[in-house]
């Protein structure tokens, strides 16, 4: 067990030096930061000192390794255009892309499970086909193109949720929520569900292909003929074999959910951490954007890791296989 934690912890270590490589040299070669940070009436001297100040004069190298040993300790720089440490702006936006990938995966449980259970106990109906149908509509669109659909009938044609905005917030302590007031709730309502829409119905349409082959045991045929009722039969018995994928799925999307916030955030200006990235890409504010690549996937690596390690926990014959691997 502990040749095969080092191995993933390893393995975990080398794509985030790798990702961390990635993100630094595509960034650092983007437009000149000097410029972006200085007006045209600066003079030499002063684009000199800011270069220096900001260690661009440094070999690639050197500022790679510093990049590296700083990232380590939560230190990404200092924000181009915001002139503040990164990392604390990053996680002052934290909350909100938290807070809506949170609602977001509750949402796509909520609804996803009972829709896949319908549309496989009631396959050949009319209104599952329909679902089938309208889940694959669902995958397809982008979700920049749910989002503006949902604003023009809900906060344009019926003003019944507004369009933009986080709403009012209250602070407790480093965290700042809008779970607690009117208005914070109702600005979650619309980008929550834009951005759970695909999670929907993948978990739908995983839940169906699940319920199908449950339906089709001899445990479930065995339950219907001791006369259980249906509702015990599909919920209680068929559908709890059908959600360790579904947890597993889940859990891996959030780190998805994470990534792509940005596309929701943009479009109903959600101040989270996706909206201060495409705000950085737009002011070419390099360490901002490094240190959100850096992040993001220190999620999916973090997840991937625990589902890894937890797997291996469940099923010996994961560590039997890495071990073999290693002596291969």
Same mark, same amino acid.
């Given at each position: ?95 909100? *892309? #938290? ?6 995966? &509750?949402?796509? %449980? !909520?609804?996803?499970?009972? $829709?896949?259970? @319908? ?74 569900? *834009? #951005? ?6 993948? &978990?739908?349409? %995983? !839940?169906?292909?699940?319920? $199908?082959?449950? @339906? ?86 973090? %997840?991937?890791?625990?589902?890894? $390690? ?19």
């Amino acid at each position: 067990m502990l040749s095969f934690l080092i191995r993933r912890l390893g393995n975990a270590l080398f794509v985030m030096l790798a990702v961390a490589g990635l993100a630094f040299l595509i960034f650092r070669f983007v437009g000149d930061p000097v410029d972006m940070m200085l007006n045209e009436q600066a003079t030499q001297a002063q684009r000199d000192a800011l270069r220096e100040r900001l260690g661009l004069n440094a070999s690639v190298g050197v500022q790679f390794a510093k990049f590296v040993t700083n990232a380590a300790t939560g230190d990404f720089g200092i924000s181009y255009r915001n002139q503040q440490d990164v990392f604390p702006l990053i996680m002052e936006r934290f909350p909100a *892309t #938290l807070e809506l990938v949170l609602v977001a995966t &509750v949402l796509s %449980l !909520v609804i996803g499970l009972p $829709l896949g259970v @319908l549309t496989a106990i009631h396959r050949q109906k009319f209104y599952a086909q329909s679902l089938q149908f309208l889940s694959i509509v669902g995958v397809s669109l982008p979700s920049f193109a749910v989002g503006i659909f949902l604003i023009l009938i809900f906060s344009v044609g019926l003003k019944l949720l507004p369009s933009f905005g986080r709403g009012t917030v209250v602070d407790l302590g480093f965290w700042s929520t809008g779970f607690l007031t009117t208005s914070g709730q109702r600005a979650l309502i619309l980008p929550a569900f *834009t #951005l759970a829409m695909f999670q929907i119905t993948l &978990v739908m349409r %995983l !839940v169906r292909a699940e319920m $199908l082959e449950t @339906l089709r045991t001899d445990f479930i045929k065995f339950a219907k003929a001791r006369g259980l009722p249906n509702r015990i039969v599909h919920f209680r018995h068929a559908l709890r074999n059908c959600l360790m994928p579904v947890v597993t799925v889940t859990g891996m999307q959030i780190g998805n959910l994470i990534a792509f916030a940005l596309i929701t955030e943009t479009v109903f200006q959600w101040p989270g951490m996706g909206l201060l990235f495409i705000q950085a890409v737009t002011f070419v504010d390099i360490p901002v954007m490094a240190a959100y690549l850096v992040l993001v996937s220190f999620i999916f690596v973090s %997840l991937n890791t625990i589902v890894d $390690l937890l797997y291996g926990v469940v099923d010996p014959r994961l560590r039997g296989a890495a071990a073999g691997g290693g002596h291969g």
